[in-house]
């Protein structure tokens, strides 16, 4: 009888330390997400923030933005530059879309940086030109291709360039 007191014993904490390991890893597992949201995060604002320091820092990338923005015709070497731009703002949202696919960044901090490629890819004809190159040029994944047309087309600047993105 001492025996199979015992074993019940035996068999109630080791019940006991599973439910407790099982609770400890869930935890483990919240704060993991919770650092990689931060990090996500402060990883995308430092690329933003490169960005714009770009922009101010360099005279000739500012003078480009500020066309863009005018709506004015770039000449070649704005053009290239903002060629430069439109690929980096590019790779920094599909980086921004990735996590969000992931379930680490939310709706309202993916919303803003969309609303920027709204405007920069469709401002003028010039630059539509060169961003609807860039993403039909295979570089992106498709999936996040297919999530920038929706994206774009939610844009009232999109109505003036219906045919932006192909896959």
């Known amino acids: 009888m001492l025996l199979e007191q015992i074993y019940f014993i035996a068999e109630i904490i080791s019940a006991i330390a599973v439910i407790l390991s099982l609770v400890y890893v869930g935890y483990q597992i ?3 997400t919770a650092e990689k949201r931060v990090d996500s995060v ?3 604002i430092s690329g933003w923030n490169r960005l714009t320091l ?3 820092e360099n005279e000739k990338v500012g003078e480009a933005w ?3 923005m005018g709506r004015e015709e770039l000449n070649n070497t704005q053009l290239n530059l903002m060629a430069h731009i ?3 703002h590019l790779m920094l949202l599909e980086e921004v879309y990735n996590k969000y696919q992931a379930g680490y960044l939310d709706d309202e901090f993916l919303n803003a ?3 920027v490629i709204q405007f920069l890819l469709l401002n003028t004809p010039q630059v539509r030109e060169l961003g609807a190159g860039m993403i039909r040029g295979g570089i992106f994944t498709q999936s996040f291709v297919n999530w920038l047309e929706i994206e774009l087309q939610k844009s009232k600047m999109y109505d003036e360039t219906p045919e932006l993105v192909k896959s």
């Open 42 to 44: 402060q990883s995308i």
């Open 113 to 115: 940086r969309i609303k």
């Open 54 to 56: 770009i922009y101010i």
């Open 30 to 32: 919240k704060l993991n």
């Open 86 to 88: 439109i690929f980096a």
């Open 66 to 68: 500020r066309k863009v």
